[in-house]
Nanobody, 120 residues
């Protein structure tokens, strides 16, 4: 499956963005899918993972209450609604297939990513 993320941009603190991810090459309903991010100089941070029916398997504490992840299998797409963005959130955001690893959720098949910038 190939994934393409869109919707990144620059907002002020407290603003919102909605990221979209569209799949091709396979039917996304066969996969658990989610989002992770990577900021410059930092490691990958897993944000969310949805099972193939849309139930949330994992949502990071750092974004709980601010970010909402959803999917629409009929559109072969997954979304990340980001509200109340703050200066800890700037990063490249990736959607990916996901699964529960031994210690944390693992990700694969990610796209090129979309940049999110938050200014004070």
């Amino acid at each position: 499956v190939q994934l393409v993320e869109t919707g990144g941009g620059s907002v002020r603190t407290g603003g919102s963005l909605r990221l979209s991810c569209t799949a091709s090459g396979d039917n996304l309903e066969y996969y658990a899918v989610g989002w992770f991010r990577q900021a410059p100089g930092k490691g990958r941070e897993g944000l969310a993972c949805l099972n193939n029916l849309g139930a949330t398997a994992f949502l990071a504490a750092s974004v709980e209450g601010r970010f909402t992840v959803s999917r629409d299998n009929s559109k072969n797409s997954v979304y990340l609604q980001m509200d109340n963005l703050n200066t800890d959130d700037p990063a490249v955001y990736y959607c990916a297939t996901c699964w529960a690893g031994i210690k944390e959720y693992e990700y694969d098949d990610w796209g090129q990513g979309t940049q999110v910038t938050v200014s004070p």
